[in-house]
């Protein structure tokens, strides 16, 4: 099992910039591929930003491409994602995910976190 809590979420205005974090306990968190997803009110879960085990692979979605970054410290068990510019159309709760391989698909995470809101404002 591993045991995911993410925060750092809040209000910013647009153009703005919050970082998240994402706390790991149980199994090895070095072991998984971690990745962010958030869910819009009334939209699916989508991607965000993966980081493959060891921290090399990133992998961003084409909206937030330049703008996020997504790191990891596996002696600390926490993944960030950086988040900068953001735009209103960002608003959602973030959840981080944990799992095997890397992938940009929630089904392919088995271990997710309960989630921190994230508002933009324009």
């Known amino acids: 099992q591993v045991q995911l809590v993410e925060s750092g979420g809040g209000l910013v205005q647009a153009g703005g910039s919050l970082r998240l974090s994402c706390a790991a306990s149980g199994r090895t968190f070095s072991n998984y591929a971690m990745g962010w997803f958030r869910q819009a009110p009334g939209k699916e879960r989508e991607f965000v930003a993966a980081?493959?085990?060891?921290?090399?692979?990133?992998y961003y979605a084409d909206s937030v491409k330049g703008r996020f970054t997504i790191s990891r410290d596996n002696a600390k068990n926490i993944l960030y994602v950086q988040m900068n510019s953001l735009k209103p159309e960002d608003t959602a709760v973030y959840y981080c995910?944990?799992?095997?391989?890397?992938?940009?698909?929630?089904?392919?995470?088995?271990?997710w976190g309960q989630g921190t809101q994230v508002t933009v404002s324009s």
């Open positions: 980081i493959q085990w060891r921290g090399g692979a990133t």
């Open positions: 995910a944990a799992g095997n391989p890397i992938a940009v698909v929630s089904l392919a995470y088995g271990y």
